[in-house]
């Protein structure tokens, strides 16, 4: 059985927070999103097409790491979130079941 983590980094606060998804669907993870997050206010996540949604209720900004890499600003947030995962998954005898998406 695989699991989803959708995990969330705020700049200002540094706060990091991570919820399992019951599915993976664009439906589940917008609603995932709004429930943690104030309309109106800027995301920054990968383009994972579950994202798509986004731009409806935020200033959606999506970073393709493939293209430009791990720089400073925006690639920092996405990278925070990963760091999470890389210390979860160092953590967890059975990480081969987990899969992370980053906001």
């Known amino acids: 059985m695989r699991v989803w983590v ?25 609603q995932m999103i709004r429930d943690s997050i104030q309309e109106g206010a800027e995301i ?9 949604m986004c731009k409806e209720f935020y200033v959606h900004r999506a970073i393709n790491k493939a293209k430009y890499g791990s720089g400073m600003g925006e690639y ?8 999470l995962w890389h ?3 160092r953590n967890i005898h059975t990480y081969s079941t987990i899969r992370f998406h980053t906001l």
């Open 6 to 30: 959708l995990g969330f980094y705020e700049r200002g606060t540094k706060d990091v927070r991570a919820f399992v998804m019951k599915d993976r669907t664009e439906v589940t993870c917008t």
């Open 44 to 52: 920054i996540t990968d383009f994972w097409r579950g994202y798509n």
């Open 76 to 83: 920092q947030t996405t990278s925070r979130v990963e760091s």
């Open 87 to 89: 210390i979860i998954k």
